[in-house]
């Protein structure tokens, strides 16, 4: 089975910036979509940015124009660059990948934005 390790969370003042890498490990297949998730205490989890199929990026409307997704296909990893974090981005931030035999989720990163 696939296994998706995040890495790149952390504390970071509003205004700051951070990166978050996945790299998926295992046995693959045929790869559908691949992207970020992210979950507040007692809130849903919400989508934040994907790379679905053809190369489409989709973000969330929060998070346009502060935030990069990129993949490097070789290396079946999938980056976030998170420029002017708000205090509203913190959450725990799950790696996700939607390939032809189904869905496996990271175990997160904890991203925490604050003065």
């Known amino acids: 089975q696939v296994q998706l390790a995040e890495s790149g969370g952390g504390l970071v003042q509003p205004g700051g910036s951070l990166n978050l890498s996945c790299a998926a490990s295992?046995?693959?297949?045929?790869?559908?979509?691949m992207g970020w998730y992210r979950q507040a205490p007692g809130k849903e989890r919400e989508l934040v940015a994907i790379i679905g199929e053809g190369g489409i990026l989709n973000y969330a409307d929060s998070v346009k124009g502060r935030f990069t997704i990129s993949r490097n296909k070789a290396r079946n990893t999938v980056f976030l660059r998170m420029n002017n974090l708000k205090p509203e981005d913190t959450a725990v931030y799950y790696c996700?990948?939607?390939?032809?035999?189904?869905?496996?989720w990271g175990q997160g990163t904890q991203v925490t934005v604050s003065s």
């Open positions: 295992g046995r693959s297949f045929a790869v559908y979509a």
């Open positions: 996700y990948l939607n390939q032809r035999v189904g869905v496996n």
